[in-house]
Structures are given as structure tokens and as C-alpha cells.
């Protein structure tokens, strides 16, 4: 069965619709003793910043219903590092490596572009508008679609050719109102959601239990959010998008191109089990196969209402 599938025609090529989500498969490399990471569709990194980053206080990890809370803080060692120590390691000739930025001002994702775009490795990137932004207290880029489109024009001036993915957040009135923003900006494609903000206490010690007190709900428990975002999304903009959100099989994978979604990307399941990544692309076809799905071009979008 053809699974290929075109982001960016000639660019951003999948051999199938499954990529890794930031944060969840470190670069990659993490990965290999479970499987074959040049058989994804693409790795999407961990998040990089402009330096190194210590990343949120201890634990950073609690669980929740069909989902787990996390606030990593976007700990790691910049994305200098990334280019000399890990890029070269990963096999980034067989299989699209897609770094998540992130930054608090707009001239840092200029600049952290400007150095990721210029690697060959490099296949795309895709920008974390989840981010807060330091010029407005407490505000993230994506919640307001002035701000979203500032850091996607930004980190399209300096991506050279490389396609730049806009990452959108659920937590915000109108979604649809930013991704018009973010296509407009120049965006290539769009990938939603990014975790949903939520808090988890502990009665007995009467303190909130992460140590960051607040954190990012994912997994299973996010999927509805997640399949309603891409839905609304999908048919209000031209370019393709990558749903993200609770994926655990291939099923889930269905569901998202159902509602209109080019490819997705699997986050937390891959904690639970790193196979599980593998597994889902292994068993596509035959799932697809069960639901009488003979061409995925075709299946895309296809949800009758
Ligand atoms: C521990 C952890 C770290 C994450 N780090 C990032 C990040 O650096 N940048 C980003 O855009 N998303 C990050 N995400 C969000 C995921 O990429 C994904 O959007 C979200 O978890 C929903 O997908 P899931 O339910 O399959 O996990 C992170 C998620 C988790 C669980």
C-alpha cells in the first residue's frame, strides 16, 4: 500500500504519515534499540533553544487520567550542540529530521532558524508557538494570532528553503483564527495541539505535585481536543496539517486523517512503550486494509458530517 505522503512537493517527503512529537523521542537516537528510525515518516527533536536550558525543577512528571502532566522546560544543551554532537550521529539521509524550536523573543527564533536551516541534515523545522513570550508577561506566541504570525514570518525569513511547520496550542478562543494567521505568515504546514495546561495536587503534603506547580496534560485524555482542532483547521486552510494528540495505534492514526489530516505525530504512548511508534507503522496497512481504506490520499479528509 502507497502510505507516501507530500508535505511540501519536492521538499518535505514522508514515506508514510507517522513522525515522532517533540519532546517525546529525544533526537532520535534515543529510539534506535527499538526499532528502525528510518522507517518513520520523521522525527520531530526534542525541543531546542538558542543555549543550553536547565529545564523545569524536579518532578517533572505526574499522572492523570488517560494522560500524564509533565513540565520538562525545554531541558536541553542548545542548539549549537545539536548541531555538532547530534546531527552528524543521526541518519538524517534516509529519513526526515525536523528540530522543534523554541524561543521567548522573536529575533531568537530568527536566529536559531538562521543556524538549524543551514544544515543539510536539517529537512524542515517546526516551531513551538506554545512558547512563552517575554515581551508579553505570561502570554504564549500562538494565544494571540499577531504575535503567532510575528515568530512564523521571523522563522521564515531565516529557514532559507527549508519548510517551517507553525505548532498551535488548543488553549485559546478561535485556533482556526491563528492558523489563518500562520498560513498568511507562511507557514508550510500546521501541527496540533501541544499539551493543555493543567495542575495536579497532592492533599496530604498540600502542594501542587509538580515542581514546576503547573504543567502539560497529554495522551489519550487530549484526543478528542486534538481531533476537533485539526478538523476546524483542515478545512479552513490550504496548507497540509499534522495532527498530534493521544495517538496509541493505527486506529488513531485513521481518525486523524479522517478529520483532515496529512500525517501525525505520536508523543507520550512512545513513553508507555517505545515501540509503540513502530508498531503503528508496521500495522497501518493492515488497518487500513480492515476498514476497506485502499488509497489514504483519498480517506483524507473524508469525515461525512
Ligand atoms: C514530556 C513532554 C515534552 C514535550 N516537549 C515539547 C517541546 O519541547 N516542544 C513542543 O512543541 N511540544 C512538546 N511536547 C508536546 C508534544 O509534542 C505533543 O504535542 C503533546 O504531548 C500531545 O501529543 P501526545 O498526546 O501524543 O503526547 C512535549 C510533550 C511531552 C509529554
Not at 15 to 37: C, M, V
Not at 127 to 132: D, E, Y
Amino acid at each position: 500500500m502507497d502510505l507516501r505522503v507530500s508535505l511540501v512537493e519536492g521538499i518535505l517527503e514522508l514515506k508514510n504519515p507517522i513522525l515522532s512529537a517533540a519532546g517525546s523521542f529525544g533526537s532520535g537516537l534515543e529510539y534506535q534499540p527499538y526499532g528502525d528510525i528510518t522507517q518513520l515518516g520523521g522525527i520531530i527533536t526534542n525541543g531546542l533553544s538558542l543555549y543550553p536550558c536547565a529545564g523545569s525543577p524536579l518532578p517533572r512528571i505526574a499522572a492523570a487520567p488517560a494522560g500524564l502532566l509533565s513540565s520538562v522546560g525545554t531541558q536541553n544543551d542548545g542548539a549549537e550542540y545539536f548541531i555538532r554532537e547530534v546531527l552528524p550521529r543521526l541518519p538524517w539521509q534516509s529519513v526526515p529530521i525536523i528540530p522543534n524550536i523554541n524561543a521567548g523573543r522573536v529575533e531568537e527564533f530568527s536566529e536559531l532558524a538562521g543556524l538549524l536551516a543551514a544544515e543539510e541534515g536539517v529537512t524542515a523545522l517546526e516551531v513551538n508557538l506554545s512558547c512563552h513570550n517575554s515581551n508579553r508577561a505570561g502570554q504564549r506566541f500562538c494565544q494571540n494570532p499577531v504575535t503567532a504570525a510575528r515568530a512564523i514570518n521571523a522563522v521564515k525569513r531565516f529557514a532559507g528553503n527549508k519548510p517551517v511547520i507553525a505548532k498551535l496550542s488548543p488553549e485559546i478562543m478561535d485556533i482556526v483564527e491563528v492558523a489563518r494567521a500562520v498560513e498568511a505568515a507562511g507557514a508550510d504546514a500546521i501541527s496540533c495541539i501541544g499539551k493543555v495546561q493543567g495542575l495536579a495536587v497532592d492533599v496530604r503534603g498540600r502542594r501542587p505535585v509538580l515542581g514546576n506547580v503547573t504543567g502539560g496534560l497529554s495522551g489519550p485524555a487530549v484526543k478528542p481536543i486534538a481531533l476537533r482542532c485539526v478538523w476546524q483547521i483542515a478545512q479552513v486552510v490550504k496548507i497540509p496539517v499534522i495532527g498530534v494528540g493521544g495517538i496509541t495505534c493505527a486506529r488513531d492514526v485513521l481518525e486523524f486523517l479522517l478529520v483532515g489530516a496529512h500525517a501525525v505525530s505520536v508523543g507520550s504512548a512512545s513513553f508507555s512503550d517505545p515501540e509503540t511508534i513502530f508498531r503503528i507503522v508496521q500495522e497501518l496497512p493492515a488497518v487500513c486494509e480492515e476498514y476497506g481504506i485502499e488509497d489514504i490520499k483519498a480517506f483524507r479528509g473524508s469525515l461525512q458530517i
